[in-house]
């Protein structure tokens, strides 16, 4: 798998053993969605895998990027790939079960806020995004200039809208769905 566009382009990434990852075509097709938000923005990555889509947002201009990821095997693998594009020093790791690390972003005194949320459990854990897009808006990590994008099986619908956040496009990728939403 590469990086398909940008700085990192045509960079080598590793794919864990036992992740299904976003494919070239879908992060293509989500980042032609959401290349307003991309250029210097504030990035988070939650179950981010291998990396792919923060590493792909890093690449298309992004300024930072925080990956959130608990397994680790998949937490070696990231950092390897973080270390073939160059961008340890835009990125960081949080090695923790997603709802932890959210708490950790909103404490301390310094609340991280995000431009782009990137959210892609795995497939079976479909109550994750509730509880994720919950916890954004509870701990303030996001506000109205942010964009979630939520990369789902297409058979498992999302809701229109979570708490403030509403669903603003919906798309199909064979059997993939990606929906992004904006506080309205």
């Not at 806020?113 to 916890?135: C, G, H, N, S, W």
Request: charged share 25%.
């Amino acid at each position: 798998m590469k990086i398909t566009s940008g700085r990192y382009k045509y960079r080598n990434i590793e794919v864990p053993k036992g992740i299904r990852p976003t494919t070239e075509k879908v992060r293509e097709a989500v980042f032609s969605m959401i290349n307003a938000w991309i250029p210097d923005a504030e990035v988070l990555d939650l179950f981010a895998g291998s990396g792919a889509m923060g590493l792909e947002a890093l690449s298309r201009g992004a300024a930072r990027c925080t990956f959130v990821e608990s397994n680790r095997q998949n937490q070696k693998v990231l950092l390897a790939n973080i270390d073939n594009c160059g961008a340890g020093e835009v990125s960081r790791l949080i090695a923790r079960d997603f709802t932890a690390a959210l708490a950790e972003l909103a404490g301390g005194g310094k609340r991280s806020r995000f431009d782009v949320v990137i959210i892609d459990p795995p497939y079976e854990k479909t109550d994750y995004y509730d509880t994720a897009l919950q916890l954004l808006q509870d701990y303030e990590l996001i506000d109205d200039a942010t964009i979630v994008v939520c990369e789902h099986l297409y058979d498992n619908k999302l809701l229109d809208t979570y708490g403030n956040l509403q669903k603003i496009k919906e798309k199909k990728y064979g059997t993939i769905g990606v929906d992004v939403f904006n506080i309205l």
